[in-house]
């Protein structure tokens, strides 16, 4: 029986879950889908400058786990933005919190 999965807190749900490249129309573009918490990783880490125990904690997440997410948050990031591809922000197992603990 599989362990089950924690819940990844979240502070806040983006107002802008798609980009897309200027001057493509959408049934031509390929799309990358970045997790809720691939999205959080990001942020913290990358847009607040946090390290990465205290961003795992604030997620309630390993940091083994939170630098996967990281990792893979980036890689679809650069993957959208180096190919072109539109970027779409959705889903993940996530609870949006809004204290600062």
Same mark, same amino acid.
């Given at each position: ?6 819940? %990844? *807190?979240? %502070? ?14 959408? *049934?031509?573009? @390929? ?5 809720? =918490?691939?999205?959080?990783?990001? %942020?913290?880490? =990358?847009?607040?400058?946090? =390290?990465? @125990?205290?961003? &795992? ?14 990792? +893979? #948050?980036?890689?679809?990031?650069? =993957? &959208? ?10 889903? #993940? ?5 809004? +204290?600062? +603990?």
């Amino acid at each position: 029986m599989p362990r089950p999965r924690v819940f %990844r *807190r979240i %502070r806040c749900v983006p107002e802008v879950t798609y980009f897309k490249p200027a001057g493509v129309r959408m *049934r031509e573009l @390929q799309e990358v889908v970045l997790g809720y =918490d691939e999205f959080e990783a990001v %942020r913290l880490k =990358d847009l607040l400058g946090l =390290d990465q @125990q205290t961003a &795992a904690k604030k997620m309630g997440v390993s940091q083994p786990t939170f630098h996967r997410l990281l990792t +893979s #948050g980036r890689k679809k990031l650069a =993957d &959208a933005i180096v190919n072109g591809k539109a970027l779409r922000i959705e889903g #993940g197992h996530v609870k949006i919190v809004r +204290s600062n +603990s």
